[in-house]
T-cell receptor
Framework: EPEVTQTPSHQVTQMGQEVILRCVPISNHLYFYWYRQILGQKVEFLVSFYNNEISEKSEIFDDQFSVERPDGSNFTLKIRSTKLEDSAMYFC????????????FGPGTRLTVL | GESVGLHLPTLSVQEGDNSIINCAYSNSASDYFIWYKQESGKGPQFIIDIRSNMDKRQGQRVTVLLNKTVKHLSLQIAATQPGDSAVYFCAENFYGGATNKLIFGTGTLLAVQP
C-alpha cells in the first residue's frame, strides 16, 4: 500500500539555524499539508498546498516558515531560523484530489531545537 | 471546551472488552469527520470516517457514531486487542481556500490490559 514518507526521522538543530524537512507524497496525490504536534498535545494544522501554491496557512505559519515542491516529487517545509518552541513532531499529509477529504499522514519528523 | 496540555484523557480496558472513545467537535457546519489512531512515535493512521449526512458507519471491528444535535462523535472498538493500544484522535474537516484542513481533538489514550 502506498505511503507518505518523511526524512529525516529525527533532526536536532541549534536555535537560529535553518532546517528543511522533506516529504515524499503518495504518487498521484495532488494536495499536500504540513501539521505539527508538540509533545503531548494535539495535532495542529500549519499549511495546505495545491497547484504549486499555498492554499491556506495557520497563525503558526509565520514568515519563518516556507513550503515548496522543488522537483515535482518532494514536498518540503523550511524553517528559516529555528526557535526553541519549534521543537515538535512535524507531519506531512497528502490527499488524492478534489472530491476527496481523507488525508494520509507520514510517520513524522521529530525536530529538536537546542 | 477542549483541554490542551500534557495530560491525555485515558481509557483503560481489558482485552476482549468493547471500547468507546468520545469526542466533541466545535463547528456545526463541519461535514466530514475522521478517527485517527496514533501509536507511539508514528504518524496518525486513518481508521474510519463519516459524513454529516450519516449517523453511523461501521468498519472492521470499529463503528463511528455521529450526533449532530450535540456535536458529538464516538468511536466504538469491538473486542479490543492489545494492538489497539494507542492515542485516538477525532478530526473535523474545515474548508478554507482551495482545499480542506483537519482540526484535531485533544486525543484519548486507550490502554488495553491483557
Amino acid at each position: 500500500e502506498p505511503e507518505v514518507t518523511q526524512t529525516p526521522s529525527h533532526q536536532v538543530t541549534q536555535m537560529g539555524q535553518e532546517v528543511i524537512l522533506r516529504c515524499v507524497p503518495i504518487s498521484n496525490h495532488l494536495y499536500f499539508y504540513w501539521y505539527r504536534q508538540i509533545l503531548g498535545q494535539k495535532v495542529e494544522f500549519l499549511v495546505s498546498f495545491y497547484n504549486n501554491e499555498i492554499s491556506e496557512k495557520s497563525e503558526i505559519f509565520d514568515d519563518q516558515f516556507s513550503v515548496e515542491r522543488p522537483d515535482g516529487s518532494n514536498f518540503t517545509l523550511k524553517i528559516r531560523s529555528t526557535k526553541l518552541e519549534d521543537s515538535a513532531m512535524y507531519f506531512c499529509a497528502t490527499k488524492p484530489g478534489p472530491g476527496t477529504d481523507t488525508q494520509y499522514f507520514g510517520p513524522g519528523t521529530r525536530l529538536t531545537v537546542l | 471546551g477542549e483541554s490542551v496540555g500534557l495530560h491525555l484523557p485515558t481509557l483503560s480496558v481489558q482485552e476482549g472488552d468493547n471500547s468507546i472513545i468520545n469526542c466533541a467537535y466545535s463547528n456545526s457546519a463541519s461535514d466530514y469527520f475522521i478517527w485517527y489512531k496514533q501509536e507511539s512515535g508514528k504518524g496518525p493512521q486513518f481508521i474510519i470516517d463519516i459524513r454529516s449526512n450519516m449517523d453511523k458507519r461501521q468498519g472492521q471491528r470499529v463503528t463511528v457514531l455521529l450526533n449532530k444535535t450535540v456535536k458529538h462523535l464516538s468511536l466504538q472498538i469491538a473486542a479490543t486487542q492489545p494492538g489497539d493500544s494507542a492515542v485516538y484522535f477525532c478530526a473535523e474537516n474545515f474548508y478554507g481556500g482551495a482545499t480542506n484542513k483537519l482540526i484535531f481533538g485533544t486525543g484519548t489514550l486507550l490502554a488495553v490490559q491483557p
